[in-house]
């Protein structure tokens, strides 16, 4: 449960991965830069590799983070692989322990199960994924929800219960066997009170609610109960980071994920802009007070500078690991900033596994 620190790195350093898609490329390019990340981190040292689940969004091709997780377990052999998360009101609970317990078979002892309870996209798309009636009433039934799917893990309903005959396959029904760890994500309170009390890992989107971060992480120690999985607290936050050879080089590329949300943000959602595009575009004086914000809150520049701010962000939160995520428009600037990450920090310099 609890990440390895490498090298000079404060905390565990993981990855999060939204398989974004970038102008003029492919889902089918996306996903073979998704393996090449996945590769390079387990070679480098990174705890985890997180795919997120999203739904209509041209720009973010991780619609079926079961699906991309059991090709990058077939390309690894030591890093964790899981989900950041899996949005579970919009499924049912006994189709997640399927998934997830077929991932656990594929790659024993190395998947994770983080679950939320937004939906990973808009309202009509959420009607869409839930049916009809279901939108309103998901989320708030995310305790059972959970509560359900823990059972189906565990194969353990009780005795006349009206699933205690239903088995998660694979699963427990078939014999002593390993079950992926239940993380709890959220950008608000309600899951950190929630994983607090349940004794579980907490994972905070630091990445696009920065504001809620401290009371969040507050919240979750406060309210932990100790349980079978954690004596103690562990909190990870997700990041934006971007690293570049240059200040400059890596202001441009993380300008490309600022427009990319602004346009999702105002009803305009597409392919992630090219850095001439981002430079180009004639931003309002609100559309540029909204970039300038969101780029605040992305730990970007040379290797040094964003070793610096991670390393104060560790320094404010108390984060016991930290999740980056790198969005850019090219494959090849988000590889290359996980690379540099690990050499600002003296992390591992292996080589890939051989498939």
Sequence with gaps: MRGTRHGRAPVPLSVLDLVTVGSGSTAHHSLRTSVA??????SRGYQRHWVAEHHSMPGVASSSPAVILAHLAAHTSRIRLGSGGVMLPNHAP???AE??????????GRIDLGLGRAPGTDGRTAAALRGPGRLDEAADEFPRLLAELTRFLDDDFPAGHPYSRVHAVPGPVQGPTGRPPLWLLGSSGFSARLAGELGLPFAYA?????????PALELYRQTFRPSAVLDAPYALIGVSTLAAETTADARAQVLTGALSML????GRPGLIPTPEEAAAYGYSPLEREFV???MSNVVHGTPDEV??????LVARTGADELMLTANAHGGAARLRSYELVADAYGMPAGEPAAD
């Design 99 to 108: 998934q997830f317990g077929t991932l656990e078979a594929l790659a024993p």
């Design 94 to 96: 006994l189709a997640v």
């Design 37 to 42: 990340l996945s590769r390079l981190a387990e």
């Design 307 to 312: 070793r610096a701010g991670l390393d104060a």
């Design 292 to 294: 300038d914000n969101w």
């Design 206 to 214: 630091h990445h696009f609610s920065a504001a809620g971060t401290l």
């Design 263 to 266: 346009r999702l943000r105002t």
